[in-house]
DNA sequence: GTCTATACGAGGATAGAC
DNA sequence: GTCTATCCTCGTATAGAC
């Protein structure tokens, strides 16, 4: 059961993802949607609206598929960290690769660059709280004596967050296409298992 | 001293980057450059055209500006791996962050997910090139002694390159909107810094 | 809450005079 | 190579009937 006002939002989550906010006409969402454009304004104010809306919603559940401090705690300890991280990227995968939360992620993208509020979600989202997450989950691998106390966390998160980045960054790309992304999956999995090593046999550190 | 035409494909260039392909119309344009739109059909054959040029453009830029295997034995030899990075970075930000070649840059990011020849530039120019290239420098470092010779040249660079690129990324959001990138040129010489390390002492290959 | 009707500026593009 | 004039469609948005 889905209401007109939520048929729009979904059109419209559709269609920016696919054209970009200012490649997409309110005609063509309503057209989509099956009424006319008038009917659109008793929803929503107007086309940013909707693009708002939209943000709202993204940022929302963003939120909600962040694990808590306590949850890590308690689930590191159960499995090892390179399998602790691949489970991580799994989950995270499940969480963020909705078909819904992926439209979304890439209009964010699209318009990062012209809307301010895209540009914070942005860099909120993909940078920040990815790298605040990793710093506390190297944190506590440490406090746990599962991993070696040479390495500063802060370095281990980031090598681990921008490289997985990158990766993500081609993994939407070729996915977007509908291009095999076999060879990504392969490239995370070595990129986890690259800094787990790392992680685990303390290389040295500062001078 | 500048033609219309280019007047024309400089104007596109600073508008697209700002606004989006889509975002600008050829009233715009033709407004920004001091002519009527229908001249500007006089230098090309549509929108859509105009495009295409910068794309060409971009693409041999780019090749411009990519050392060949030649170049980088005799630099190796030169300097240690570290500052050989260092100076890579530069000469690289230096090469690909002329105004232009920034703006098309950001071209390409926007309309890869719409535009099958943006979607070819980015993964064969941001994703494949650099790998390759990166590949190539830790086979000449190994082959030259300077690093050890017990990890794959492939691991070293994937994890060089995709670290740079979502470094490169933020760096990109950051700049486009006047935002302090210093954090970021700092994460950049970590990022260097502790992959030199790495390639140093080797730290034990595949089991 | 949806429709018809309507407004009007902006969109890409062309024909033909100069 | 540039201009004026013109085409017709698409763009967002509102007023008011049902």
Tied chains: 1, 2.
Excluded: C
């Amino acid at each position: 059961m889905s209401t007109t006002k939520q048929k729009i939002f979904n059109t419209a989550v559709d269609l920016f993802s696919r054209k970009g906010f200012s490649g997409v006409s309110v005609r063509e969402i309503t057209r989509n949607v099956g009424i006319k454009e008038s009917s659109l304004y008793n929803h929503y104010k107007n086309k940013d609206d909707i693009l708002t809306k939209i943000f709202d919603y993204f940022q929302t559940q963003m939120q909600k598929a962040t694990p808590t401090k306590q949850y890590l705690q308690e689930k590191i300890k159960t499995i090892p960290p390179e399998q602790f991280w691949e489970t991580g990227l799994v989950n995270f995968q499940k969480a963020t690769q909705t078909p819904q939360i992926q439209k979304i992620s890439k209009i964010v993208l699209l318009e990062m660059f012209q809307n301010q509020r895209a540009r914070d979600i942005a860099l909120e989202e993909f940078f920040t709280r990815q790298q605040k997450l990793a710093v506390m989950i190297f944190e506590i691998m440490q406090e746990s004596n599962l991993i070696g106390k040479d390495n500063d966390p802060k370095v281990l998160a980031l090598e681990y967050t921008y490289g997985m980045l990158g990766l993500q960054f081609e993994y939407n790309i070729l996915s977007n296409w509908n291009l095999p992304t076999k060879t990504i999956q392969e490239k995370m999995l070595s990129h986890i298992k690259f800094i787990s090593e790392i992680a685990k046999n303390s290389i040295g550190g500062e001078n």
